[in-house]
């Protein structure tokens, strides 16, 4: 059986300012189960795109394997794409990154394609500083393999058997802390409301940024014990902040008192506006950061917001010093500079 969406839209909406409506960043109808939380970022993902007015042909999207890896098919379908094996999506996007700084990279995966066997990848796309977006779909189980605990499930959760989980979980977040990320944020599939601008802030940052995304699996995952579920996300969950996302061109106007809020301005101009801030974090200070996330782990809490961020560290290419040509257009007299040249930097070795 086949779906179809249907072609026409109301004559009144508005298009963006690059001239797109909403439903321009929308994929095909998604085959994941009815209520799945993946559905819910996957709209999270296409309002945010809309709402920054990023032209679709600009973001390059890439997966790896797994339910999260599936819904790059759900949005944005006339972006580049690019699904790797499993747990290879940080290499693929590192590759593409140093050969075409111009784009935006979007890169979605989940908590085993992540947390398991795409580890060793994580860790040194964190620490390259690499310029992506990094969703994490993070439902602390395999749902396409009959919901066993992945690598994020909670010590002592209970799974869908009656199971109560003996292994320590792997904390992304706190992870992505120790290793120095410049953006560093958690949220909840069911919170449009703080997801969007979070979503809009990542892909605004220059340098690398995290999002890991509790989204709860509706056939495995959902029941009673589960510390990944609807019901104990929405009861244990303790923001850092309200966020707001200010694009350059809007006007900052505010309704409370400034001793209550922190602006964070990122590199394009644009500023992340963050209100009623918990008196003891600070998330330009990591350390203030690092201890937050322990705190909310010693009170059974889910911390989410916009933990931690850096706007002045330099992205991979800044590190490297490359090109600002794509590689596919530099010509010949760009990588054949001539035999002066070639002595020079021979010299230059000896």
């Known amino acids: ?44 993902i296409v309002q945010a795109c809309y709402d920054i007015d990023l032209e679709p042909h600009r973001l390059a999207k890439l997966s790896g394997i797994g339910c999260s890896s599936k819904t790059p098919a759900y949005f944005l379908s006339n972006s580049h794409g690019f699904n790797s094996v499993h747990g290879r999506m940080p290499s693929i996007a590192t590759g593409a990154n140093l050969a075409n700084k111009n784009l935006i990279y979007l890169g979605v995966s989940g908590d085993g394609d992540t947390a398991s066997i795409g580890m ?9 500083n690499l310029n992506m977006t990094y969703i ?4 602390g189980c395999y749902g396409l393999t009959k919901g066993q605990d992945s690598a994020t499930a909670d010590h ?4 869908k058997t009656g199971q109560p989980n003996p292994f320590q979980a792997i904390d992304l977040v706190g992870m992505a802390l120790e290793l120095n990320a410049s953006f560093v944020a958690r949220s909840f599939s069911g919170d449009k409301s ?9 892909l605004s940052h220059q340098g690398f940024s995290l999002i890991d995304v509790i989204s709860p699996c509706v ?47 990122l590199f394009d101009g644009s500023e992340i506006l963050l209100t009623k801030l918990k008196p003891e974090w600070d998330p330009t200070d990591r350390h203030s950061a690092v201890n937050r996330i322990n705190n909310a782990k ?13 706007s002045e560290a330099p992205d991979l290419h800044g590190l490297l010093h490359t090109t600002d040509t794509p590689l596919n257009q530099l010509q010949e007299q760009d990588l054949c500079p001539g035999t002066t040249v070639l002595e020079s930097i021979n010299d230059s070795f000896r």
């Open 1 to 44: 059986m086949s779906y179809l969406k249907p072609a026409f839209t109301h004559p009144q909406l508005q298009p963006n300012r690059v001239g797109y409506l909403k439903k321009d960043y929308e994929g095909v109808i998604s085959t994941l189960c009815a209520g799945c939380g993946h559905d819910s970022i996957s709209a999270a």
């Open 120 to 128: 060793g990848q994580f860790v040194h796309v964190i620490r390259r």
């Open 136 to 139: 994490v779909m993070n439902n």
């Open 156 to 159: 002592g959760s209970i799974n």
């Open 194 to 202: 703080q997801l969007v601008p979070l979503i809009k802030a990542a």
């Open 219 to 265: 056939t495995f995952n959902n029941n009673a014990g589960s510390t990944k579920s609807y019901d104990y996300v929405r009861e244990y969950m303790q923001q850092t902040a309200q966020v707001d996302f200010v694009p350059p061109r809007k006007a900052l106007s505010v309704d409370y008192d400034q001793d209550q809020s922190m602006e964070v301005t």
């Open 298 to 310: 010693a009170n059974g809490e889910i911390l989410t917001g916009l933990i931690y961020i850096n």
